[in-house]
């Protein structure tokens, strides 16, 4: 198919898209490069949307809750046992993280100055800031890919940080991210948290604790990695009052309704489900833990993760990551493979199942023995 583009405007003809994740319909496949959860959503979530339906598929024909009341007051009400001042002023929803993303940096970043941001990181950061003509600028990470935050001593309009980071897998700790907002008063600082819960402890490493103290910080978080909720779309920020009303005020002049009845509902009775929600967490924890055991005895590299994946370098002379991957291809395994030139070597690879992971280890003796 031809594409004629004499229509389009410029700034469409000179944007660079950001390419997600493969999702192949190949069946027995083994999918472990887009940092799904391994388990189902919580029952209770999907219990609450059949029977929203079965009860009132009336409800269809109206509009949802315009400000997400219900969810947010269900966030509030997960949140308060960490977190007891957060009101739901301090909570924003959205049509999954990436939306609530966007929507940030309209918000906050559009500015004189450049934004920072570090130069391994959300592939999509750079993509949202080219639609909004931000000026950014790359901080490297240092040797062993973690951030070094005196780095960042440098004017700017703002600052994001994936945190963990991605796709690095490591965990910025919270004194640091307090002294980049201490140094950046005049600079909203956001901090990215979609794997957080998979760090060993998710209430001392997320930055949300902070933004009683900062009116700067602004932490994102999602519904799609820990809570199992991808294909529903639900994003989330916090952040002081004022912010999340500059948020709403852009969320209402782009999409007023960005979260539709079901999502709503889903992701309510999700955050609702705090039991299940612990068990997978934790399950997924020591899956990772198993993993990474058995990656490093068959001699990869595996960084520090606080996530639900794993960041690997094979240290094999015959074959390189893009090799792997291409050869986990040919046997229906799937995992991530950058062509950044600071990640070219490495993989990341999402913590599966008991069984997918011991498929991968398996398929992968096989290249290390016979390589």
Known sequence: MTIN???????????????PGEQSKQENLCKLNT?????????????????????SSDNLRLYPEPESITLRDEIVKYYNHYYPEMTHDNVFVGNGSD?????IFSCFFVKDRP???????????????????????????????????????????GIILANPNAPTSILLGLDKIRKLASEHPNSVIVIDEAYIDYADEPKNASAIGLIKEFDNIVVVQTFSKSRALAGLRVGMAFACPSLITALTILKNSFNSYPLDMLAQIGAAASIADS????????????????????LTALGFEVLPSATNFVFVKPNHKTLN??????KLREQGILVRHFSHVRTKDYLRITVGTAEQNLRLIQALQELVWFA
């Open 5 to 19: 583009n004499r229509l389009w405007s410029a700034k469409v003809r000179n944007l660079n898209p950001y390419i």
């Open 35 to 55: 940092n799904e959860n391994p388990f189902p959503p919580s029952p209770k979530a999907i219990n609450a949307m059949r029977e929203a339906l079965a009860n």
């Open 99 to 103: 939306e609530v993303l966007a929507l």
């Open 115 to 157: 934004l920072l941001m570090p130069d391994v990181s959300y592939n999509f950061y750079p993509v949202y800031a080219q639609h909004y003509s931000i000026t950014t600028q790359s901080i490297p990470l240092k040797a062993d890919f973690s951030i070094d935050t005196d780095d960042y001593r440098i004017p700017c309009g």
């Open 275 to 294: 039991e299940y929600f612990e068990e997978k967490r934790l399950e997924v924890i020591h899956l990772r833990n198993k993993l990474e055991k058995s």
């Open 321 to 326: 990551a893009q090799n792997i991957a291409d």
